[in-house]
């Protein structure tokens, strides 16, 4: 099983931070430049367990994600591809805001395990962690920065 990981600091304090990503349909918020549209299919709720988001990027690419596992109090969210675009198999990750306390700032994760051929690992390794969490890291600060 392959991994991919991304860590950043947020110049926000962590509770505002998680109030802007806990919605796991609220991709098109804060990550503006990669996701366009974003729904929660059969009425269910952005923070509920089960629920499936269904998004289009920019570039017209659709995917389908599962919320797996939701907590308030840990900051923190999982979930899994349903339908993606992405060479791989098993996908899980997890995002997680927690405090800095030096500076009331945040330390948000982004991760995930998942499958795919061994001669893929790199590639897929450095995309998730650099291209989509790092990204989403870039497109998070700047949203919270006002920008």
């Not at 505002?16 to 806990?22: F, G, K």
């Not at 990669?34 to 729904?39: M, R």
């Not at 367990?49 to 797996?68: I, P, Q, Y």
């Amino acid at each position: 099983m392959a991994k991919a990981y991304a860590s950043t600091v947020i110049d926000a304090p962590a509770d505002e931070v998680w109030q802007l990503i806990r919605d796991f349909n609220g991709l098109p918020d804060w990550f503006p430049e990669v996701v366009a549209t974003s729904e929660i299919e059969d009425g269910k709720a952005g923070d509920q367990v089960s629920a499936v988001r269904s998004f289009t990027l920019g570039d017209g690419t659709h995917l389908r994600e599962r919320l797996l596992t939701f907590s308030d109090a840990q900051r923190s969210y999982s979930y899994n591809f349903e339908k993606t675009p992405f060479d791989v198999d098993n996908y899980f990750a997890t995002i997680r805001v927690s405090p800095v306390t030096d500076g009331d700032r945040s330390f948000v994760e982004w991760f995930t395990t998942f499958d795919c051929d061994r001669d893929q690992i790199d590639h897929w390794q450095g995309y998730f962690a650099n291209e989509i969490f790092g990204g989403g890291f870039g497109a998070l600060a700047k949203r919270m920065a006002g920008e």
